[in-house]
């Protein structure tokens, strides 16, 4: 319980030291919602075509929190001596990381919320017409992959080129995935790489699940497999960190 | 009894590169100060008695438990010269936090009395000076009521007063009946505080014992001075002795100047004559 409480106050802080931060609210908070409504919400050819961009878009900032958070947030913690004086507090192992996680699913929420406040004050979307609730569990276990993606690169990258590289994911993973416009509008040879990302799979997923379509088995075992591996080579890292750091 | 127990404590980083092996104890209700020039050993010792490093033979142990263990690091209360502190959390915040690691933690409001911290108090702690950052730094060594402290270089970037104020402080911790290690690689700070010193220089301990028995030995002045227009030079252990035979001996000098030698060049002297 005590650990719990720890974490949770960690991540609070967390939390607050971010909100103190206009740069980071506006790229991971403001911006999808900023951007689906320039460019999302006049490109729906229907209320359907509507609600898929919604899920597009709430994806999309989920993957900026899940990305820059968790990368650069870890990139730059590795590279701090704070992150080394936690450790010789009393508390549980792994509390940095745990704390982020949490702060982390508090700003996704905050930038889903917005990107839904959006299509419903901009877009006019009816929301009844479609299924949230199971659009939501599929966004939540469909971010788990990019999470252990954005702790990975964190691991491996330095704070210096964390922005960078973690811009480059992002911003491929997020147009070539077509979480921007519909994939079928992607030049050819990006449409044919699309199906095998992770971000394709992860929007496929919960375009079905927004509007009741059939989910693909195929699509979730994808993501799953991209979830693993990338969960995989994260224990890994982790492992020769900690080796690297602490040992 | 021991706080701390070195025992043939060895960390390799390559085959030319190691520190040890390191065996020392510290007892309570002691200051020690770890003396050593930049690159000695220092930090790397203390990050191995934090459990932070492991060594790669030896043994280390606090109050008879291994390095690194939870009842010892809530014994401890730690601050490091390079210490990096959240930018965005004003003082408050960051000791609220800290606290929360701990059983009993001092209330804040004694904290900010004592440290004088009431007009840092809401400050956001990226934008305090370094000697501002230190106190709070002084806080949060203390905030878990520990009955020993590590302190890594304590006074970089503290002024006089601040340096004054640290030295009460450590003071009235070892009247408490704490233990205090504190590293410096500046002489004259070892001798205001320390109740024993450890010399350490390229990753073993050079010398161990009180104050006086330390600085003796450590004790070279530089003599320089114009003689008949050549500049003449030369270090001295009774730097009081020679001072009067030099002036004594009628030889015309001039712009005599007498200066202790710091740490890396006394020791450099030290291995030389030794």
């Given amino acids: ?247 | 009894m021991k706080v701390v127990d070195f025992q043939k404590v060895e960390r390799a980083f390559s085959k030319s590169s190691r520190i040890g092996p390191l065996t020392f104890s510290l007892a309570e209700k002691q200051v020690t100060v770890f003396l050593g020039p930049n690159g000695a050993g220092k930090t790397t010792t203390f990050k191995m008695l934090l459990g932070l490093r492991r060594p790669t033979a030896g043994r280390i142990e606090l109050w008879g438990e291994a390095a690194g263990s939870k009842s010892v690091k809530s014994r401890i209360g730690y601050t490091s010269q390079d210490l990096s502190y959240p930018p965005h959390l004003t003082a408050e915040e960051v000791l609220s936090l800290l606290g929360t690691h701990f059983e009993n933690p001092l209330p804040l409001g004694d904290l900010q009395d004592r440290f004088q911290l009431e007009k840092v108090w809401k400050k956001q702690l990226g934008g305090l000076s370094g000697g501002e950052r230190r106190r709070v730094g002084l806080a949060w060594d203390l905030i878990g009521l520990p009955k020993f402290l590590v302190l890594d270089e304590p006074t970089t970037g503290l002024d006089a007063d601040g340096k004054k104020r640290l030295w009460s402080e450590i003071a009235a911790f070892r009247d408490s009946g704490g233990t205090v290690l504190l590293s410096t690689h500046d002489i004259s700070e070892a001798s205001t505080i320390g109740d024993r010193v450890l010399v350490i220089d390229k990753g073993t301990i050079q010398l161990d014992g009180s104050m006086n028995e330390i600085l003796g030995p450590l004790d070279y002045k530089r003599f320089r001075y114009l003689q008949n227009g050549m500049v003449k030079e030369w270090i001295s252990h009774q730097s009081d002795a020679d001072a009067r035979k030099l002036l004594a001996s009628g030889e015309d000098i001039s712009n005599l100047e007498i200066r202790r030698l710091n740490l890396e060049e006394a020791l450099v002297v030290y291995r030389e004559q030794r």
């Fill in chain 1, 1 to 247: 319980m005590r650990d719990l409480t720890l974490i949770a106050k960690h991540a609070y802080y967390l939390t607050l030291e971010n909100l103190r931060q206009p740069m980071y609210v506006i790229s991971t908070v403001v911006f999808p919602s900023l951007f689906f409504w320039f460019f999302g919400i006049p490109n729906a050819p229907d209320e359907d075509g509507l609600a898929m961009l919604t899920a597009s878009f709430c994806a999309f900032g989920v993957l900026s929190v899940v990305l820059f958070q968790f990368g650069i947030g870890i990139a730059n913690d590795r590279e701090s001596t704070w992150y080394s004086y936690l450790r010789i507090l009393p508390g549980p192992r792994g509390l940095q990381m745990s704390s982020r996680i949490l702060s982390g699913f508090l700003f996704a929420c905050l930038s889903v919320a917005g990107v839904l406040m959006t299509a419903k004050i901009f877009g006019e979307l009816n929301f009844q017409n479609y299924l949230w609730l199971q659009f939501a569990v599929v966004l939540l276990l469909g971010a788990i992959p990019f999470s252990c993606l954005g702790l990975l690169l964190g691991l491996l990258v330095s704070a210096r080129s964390a922005t960078p590289v973690l811009n480059l994911v992002y911003l491929t993973l997020s147009f070539a995935g077509g979480l921007w416009m519909p994939p079928e509008v992607l030049p050819k040879l990006v449409r044919e790489i699309s199906t095998y990302l992770p971000s394709r799979i992860y929007g496929e997923l919960l375009w079905a699940s927004v509007l009741n379509r059939p989910l693909e088995n195929h699509e979730g075992l994808g993501l799953a497999a991209y979830g693993l591996g990338f969960f995989l080579i994260l224990a890994v890292a982790l492992h020769r960190e900690e080796d690297k750091t602490f040992r």
